[in-house]
């Protein structure tokens, strides 16, 4: 199983793994000493060009193996017979609604039946408008990561003290630059329980954070009812998997700013065990260039979003991705996101120029930027980015963080992990070196640290955005309950 792209596409492999587990396969290891795979499954990414093109690549290359080779994924599910057209290497091209059978499909093709190829249909057609109405129409439409019942259908790929856990999918916004809803479907909720029920079943493979995913995690409730907390389900899903035995941080991610609530606000920078981490999709400052995205918002009010975080918690971490270069954008529109990017004092910041994605709204606009006054842009606001973020880690140090080890230290690697306000992979973290702090029980020693140790730490320099801190003591990890 190779997985591509997002954090959301870690959940479906190891969802996909369980089924297939439960279907009479084994998984096994392509870098060692296993046997030789008879089907390497991959699960594609769509989301922009160079994600594809990734995509198509590492199917090439699962094909050199000699293996049969199945797509799956976002690719797979928004290309379908076309993907399969021009990839003759790929012994079959499967969509989600292949999802529940894959065991059974793996099966036909490993005996050398072909398989009709998925023929994609735009996906938010197969859930009612009404978002009330969704719940009992999702229960015949296969949505991935959802329906699984009391019983987990999820077997993890790692032993990571860190795992990613979806709370809805699909998005009813219609951002002109997006494709993602055409493929991913209707916003729909996962049920607080089964939410719960996995992240405890999480804590017992021992994970210690949970990174709640989805593709936006602000609109989670509003297609449940009264019984579930409606409008306040997110706060209500997040102080009980806070209060899990052996979860020590849940941490939100793609938040929407036009839906972040006071309460939503509160809740994040306020509850014991949720990381004040907010990853904020502001896509730009300008009102002009959001308008023409289909996005809400503008300087002002972002910036009081970020005032009112801050006012909560004045440590806590801010992220977000823009883009630059959207047609019609003028200097000025860059401007007033330097402004706003300026006046933020954000983390971590994603900068990437706009490029047109098959089937949007925006492939189809007009005053379109030529390629070298894109990329200048882009150098701009990342040169300015890389200068304000750098400030803000180095505003951390005498600070105190408590840090997630994530790597032990060895002869060719430091000993690192993240604070609260570094999700994985995306914000950097912290490096961890021997100082000069004791406890009770003795000087914390960076040769102690293992993967999964909780530890406060001193910060005491940064690199960039990462964080130089040295231990001061090591946290109990609560009893997990026994299954």
């Not at 017992?204 to 579930?228: A, C, I, M, P, W």
């Not at 894109?374 to 951390?396: M, Y």
């Not at 140790?453 to 955005?465: A, F, P, T, W």
């Amino acid at each position: 199983m190779l997985t591509l792209g997002c954090a959301r596409n870690e959940v479906d492999s190891e969802e996909l793994a369980g089924r297939l587990s439960g279907g009479g396969w084994d998984l096994v290891d392509l870098e060692g000493d296993e046997a030789a795979p008879d089907v390497i499954v991959v699960n594609t990414c769509g989301f922009v060009e160079s994600a594809k093109k990734d995509s198509v690549d590492t199917l090439l290359a699962a094909a050199d193996t000699g293996a049969k080779v199945v797509a799956v994924g976002c690719m797979a599910e928004r290309y379908g017979a076309e993907l399969a057209e021009s990839l003759p290497e790929a012994s079959a091209v499967l969509g989600f609604d292949h999802y529940p059978d894959l065991a059974e499909r793996l099966g036909d093709i490993v005996q050398g039946h072909a398989i009709p190829s998925h023929t994609p249909v735009d996906r938010r057609t197969l859930l009612p408008i009404t978002p009330v109405q969704r719940q009992e129409a999702a229960t015949d439409v296969t949505v991935p990561g959802h329906g699984w019942g009391p019983r987990v259908m999820r077997k993890r790929l790692d032993d990571a003290p860190v795992a990613s856990l979806k709370i809805a999918s699909g998005c009813d916004r219609r951002c002109s630059f997006c494709a993602i809803p055409s493929f991913r479907g209707s916003f729909v909720s996962r049920i607080p329980d089964e939410i719960v029920a996995e992240g405890a079943w999480l804590a017992e493979q021992g994970v210690r954070e949970l990174v709640l995913v989805s593709e936006n995690s602000t609109s989670y409730g509003k297609d449940l009812g009264r019984e579930h907390a409606g409008q306040g389900a997110l706060e209500a899903v997040l102080t009980r998997l806070a209060a899990i035995p052996g979860i020590d941080r849940v941490r939100v991610s793609y938040l929407q700013p036009a839906e972040t609530r006071p309460n939503l606000v509160r809740a994040i920078a306020t509850t014991s065990g949720v990381a004040d981490y907010f990853d904020m999709s502001f896509q730009h400052s300008s009102e002009t260039v959001l308008r023409r995205m289909r996005r809400f918002g503008n300087t002002e009010s972002f910036l009081g979003l970020v005032k009112q975080i801050r006012e909560l918690s004045p440590a806590a971490g801010i992220r977000s991705n823009v883009i630059v270069g959207f047609p019609g954008e003028t200097e000025d529109d860059v401007d007033e996101l330097a402004r706003f990017l300026t006046e933020a004092k954000l983390d971590a910041v994603g900068v990437f120029g706009y490029s047109d994605e098959d089937g949007t709204e925006a492939e189809n606009l007009g005053d379109k930027l030529d390629a070298d006054t894109i990329g200048a842009r882009v150098a701009r606001i990342s040169a300015l980015v890389e200068e304000l973020t750098t400030q803000r880690a180095e505003d951390r140090i005498g600070s105190e963080v408590v840090v997630l080890i994530e790597r032990e230290e060895s002869e060719d690697e430091d000993c690192s992990g993240r604070a609260a306000h570094q999700a994985p992979e995306v914000d950097g973290e912290c490096v961890v070196v021997d100082g000069s702090n004791e406890i009770d029980s003795g000087p914390v020693l960076v040769s102690d640290l293992v993967v999964g140790d909780l530890v406060r730490c001193r910060v005491i320099d940064s690199e960039g955005v990462d964080l130089v801190v040295e231990p001061v003591e090591i946290i109990p990890r609560a009893v997990v309950a026994s299954p």
